[in-house]
């Protein structure tokens, strides 16, 4: 059985990447070395789908300058199908500057560029690249109205919907939660949407369970180190990530939301597909980078069967 289609929707960043021994303080300097990586959640998600031997189309907006160019064109050798893409000529492309520690830590700043620019109308226009029985992801940045614009779509479109509420922000109106197939925060974007720690798989159960509350069909909250718990209104499981030296978090839930996305177009069942999610984030912290990170099937795979993973009942 083939593949289900899968598209993307959201942002697309020129990541200025300074690797350091820690993270610096307020008012401290640190010297570091500066690379440049290509970026953003939404971008991230789509190359780690076609890392995996998927062809995902990818709604984005770039700006008509040279990172926009080289944004582009590395997401097209990634194998992410940019058919729905949009240049936008006198705008400049999203960036973002990331300060990673040798634990792996993060520190990030994002100027959106052109991502900000998005409009429900360009939604409505991409829209035309939702295949029938689509599973359709996407994150918080783009701006909310355009983004509700999407969730609305899906009455007329019949797709499945992964919702990546990061970074999570208000404005989106109640009624579109119902239209959530899967919400998938981490721990700290948990706590943010329901004012509930997420230290442990118990207290993910209660912030699924308030997540739940607002509407989508079921939660996945990622919990770094710890693993990933989900729940649905009949059924919820505990799954511990596998163990490894991270070098890099900085894309880490990105890998996790597009491997996820791909494994359900793969037509796996839910708990190998939240397993291989896991899998790949495993990886793409043991890798500097972004969408340089975003491993291949094949050392997915390798990695699957060298490893055990414990499940909590």
């Not at 909310?144 to 797709?159: S, T």
């Not at 939660?177 to 329901?194: G, H, I």
Request: net charge negative; charged share 20%; proline share 5%.
């Amino acid at each position: 059985m083939s593949a289900r289609p899968l598209m993307f929707f959201g942002t697309t960043n020129l990541d200025l990447c300074f690797n350091v021994e820690r993270l610096p303080t307020p008012g401290e300097s640190l010297m570091g070395t500066l690379t440049r990586h290509p970026g953003g959640k939404g971008a991230n998600q789509a190359v780690a789908a076609a890392r995996l031997g998927l062809r995902p189309h990818f709604y984005t907006r770039l700006g008509d300058d040279d990172a926009g160019r080289w944004l582009l064109q590395s997401l097209t050798e990634a194998g992410v199908c940019a058919d729905a893409i949009k240049i936008a000529p006198g705008e400049v492309s999203g960036s973002a500057l990331v300060m990673v520690g040798d634990d792996g830590t993060n520190m990030i700043v994002i100027d959106p560029g052109a991502n900000l620019n998005v409009t429900p109308q360009m939604i409505e226009n991409a829209a035309e690249f939702i295949q029938h029985n689509a599973i359709v992801v996407a994150e918080m940045g783009m701006p909310v109205g355009a983004l509700n614009r999407l969730f609305e779509l899906k009455r007329d479109k019949g797709f499945e919907l992964i919702f990546n509420p990061a970074p999570v922000r208000s404005g989106l109106p109640s009624t579109a939660w119902s239209c959530v197939d899967f919400v998938t925060p981490n721990q700290t974007e948990a706590f943010e949407l329901t004012g509930i720690e997420v230290d442990d798989f118990e207290g993910a159960a209660h912030a699924a369970s308030k997540l739940l509350d607002l509407g989508p069909g079921a939660a996945l909250i990622t919990l770094g180190a710890q693993g990933a718990y989900y729940a649905d209104k009949t059924r919820s499981f505990a799954l511990r990530a596998f163990p490894v030296r991270a070098v890099d978090t900085t894309a880490a839930g990105d890998a996790f939301n597009g491997a996820f996305a791909a494994s359900l177009a793969e037509r796996l069942p839910l708990r190998e597909a939240v397993r291989k999610a896991l899998a790949v984030a495993a990886l793409c912290v043991t890798r500097r980078g972004a969408q340089s990170s975003m491993p291949s099937a094949e050392a997915v795979d390798e990695f699957l069967k060298s490893q055990t993973i414990l499940e909590l009942e």
